[in-house]
């Protein structure tokens, strides 16, 4: 009961984390995004320390983060990409991560690699959390989720616009591909803006490539 509880927060404190960076994202990484990023990090340390959760302890994965997708694998579904670029901001939680930049210096792609127990449709479900109105819990269940089975591994994802009204209260699109307790998560502030069914496919094309990483 306890290390359930543990894991929730600390999912909670990644998720909190994750939304942060998508703001920073849209105020085009400006003083705004910093700030914003600075109090969900500190959040989810008061977090830790009020209920005793620790940051995660396994370890952290070897590989380049920067290595997952290729270059070439970006720059299908973001034209004009720049070469990835590797951020140490999150292991102390237990992840690697590396993101992509467009022309106009916006992040549109980021990876991130970990340890972890669950499953993708937990890693989805618990990321939504740094996306919907925490004043309305019944909100996480208007998060459409979908399933892959064409990737080698099992994955997840969701892709969803701002909508008060339905309780989500920012853009977010989050991929999650895993291989027992390997996981890999690609997220894009970039692809909310899309379609929904081309910003799933683009997932899809980026998964299966990504999938390559756990086998």
């Known amino acids: 009961m306890i290390v359930a509880r543990r894991n929730r927060l600390l999912l909670f404190a990644a998720a909190a984390l994750f939304a942060a960076c998508h703001v920073g994202q849209a105020a085009a990484q400006g003083t705004k995004g910093d700030a914003t990023l600075k109090s969900a990090t500190d959040t989810a340390k008061k977090i830790q320390e009020a209920t005793g959760a620790k940051a995660p302890t396994s370890k952290l994965p070897a590989g380049d983060p ?9 720059q299908k579904v973001f034209p004009g990409a720049k070469g990835g670029e590797r951020s140490r901001r999150l292991e102390e939680y237990g992840s690697t991560e590396c993101a992509w930049k467009g022309a106009d210096g916006r992040v549109v792609l980021a990876v991130q690699e970990s340890y972890s127990s669950g499953t993708a449709k937990d890693d989805v479900q618990g990321m939504a959390m740094g996306f919907t109105d925490p004043l309305k819990p019944k909100s996480r269940n ?7 089975a064409n990737m080698g591994s099992e994955a997840a994802a969701f892709v969803e616009q701002a909508d008060p009204n339905r ?7 989050l991929l999650s591909i895993r291989r027992g307790e390997h996981a890999v998560w690609l997220m894009s502030s970039e692809l909310p803006r899309r379609e929904r069914p081309a910003a799933l496919k683009a997932f899809e094309d980026l998964g299966k490539a990504a999938a390559k990483r756990l086998q």
Not at 142 to 148: C, L
């Open 167 to 173: 309780g989500i209260l920012s853009d977010g699109a």
């Open 142 to 148: 208007n998060v459409r989720y979908e399933s892959f």
């Open 66 to 74: 920067c290595t997952v997708l290729s270059l070439s694998d970006v």
